[in-house]
């Protein structure tokens, strides 16, 4: 069973950059798609983007223009970073394995989830 | 864009069938996976490609999806299933991006 746990600062300031990292456990990080997906206090769930282990990336577009994702096979994790934050970035991140099917993907395993808040 | 509706809440007794709508433009030509989520906890896969359920999921939880609807079904609802449910499938058709249904929050009464 894999695990997945995020880990980065809580509070980030309006404008500054967001950074998570995940660390898989339990199972290698090769050969399958990662994925990060958010969720504002008491709202729905955002899909954020996903990284394939090889380093190709697909991103939602309303946050393309402010996202990446990378990916280190060698410590078995992968990141985040989300540029020029506003309070509407302030959500639990999680990370998770995302599982490809004919024509679509969808989520196996999630970690915990972080709560990041971005206020001054 | 791709939009997923879902009603707000659905109330059932326990014991009883609760069933939780996805409504989709032609959603039924697409994949839809269904997800659990209990107050401050990750979600959890329970339904995934329409009807298959991951191992350790019970077989009272089944899919169904055509047209533009499509449904999770709890059957013999027990008290540990109130929780928040979400459908999400692939929109690969122009912006190819994960999308997730609005939720629905299943209370037993």
């Known amino acids: 069973q894999v695990h997945l746990q995020e880990s980065g600062p809580g509070l980030v300031k309006p404008s500054e950059t967001l950074s998570l990292t995940c660390t898989v456990s339990?199972?290698?990080?090769?050969?399958?798609?990662w994925s990060w997906i958010r969720q504002p206090p008491g709202e729905g769930l955002e899909w954020i983007g996903f990284?394939?282990?090889?380093?190709?990336?697909n991103y939602n577009p309303s946050l393309k223009s402010r996202v990446t994702i990378s990916v280190d096979t060698s410590k078995n994790q992968f990141s985040l970073r989300l540029r020029s934050v506003t309070a509407a970035d302030t959500a639990v991140y999680f990370c998770a394995r995302a599982m490809y099917s004919p024509y679509s993907y969808y989520f196996d395993s999630w970690g915990q989830g972080t709560l990041v808040t971005v206020s001054s | 864009s791709y939009v997923l509706t879902q009603p707000p809440s659905v109330s059932v007794a326990p014991g009883q069938t609760a069933r939780i709508t996805c409504d989709g433009n032609n959603i039924g030509s697409k994949s839809v996976h269904w997800y659990q989520q209990k107050p401050g906890q990750a979600p959890v896969l329970v339904v995934y490609?329409?009807?298959d359920r991951p191992s350790g999921v019970p077989e009272r939880f089944s899919g169904s999806n055509s047209g533009n609807t499509a449904t999770l079904t709890i059957s013999r609802v027990e008290a540990g299933d109130e929780a928040d449910y979400f459908c999400q499938v692939w929109d690969g058709s122009s912006d190819h991006r994960g999308l997730f249904g609005t939720g629905t929050k299943v209370t037993v009464l």
């Open positions: 490609d329409d009807n």
């Open positions: 339990g199972g290698s990080i090769n050969n399958h798609y």
């Open positions: 990284i394939y282990y090889n380093g190709i990336t």
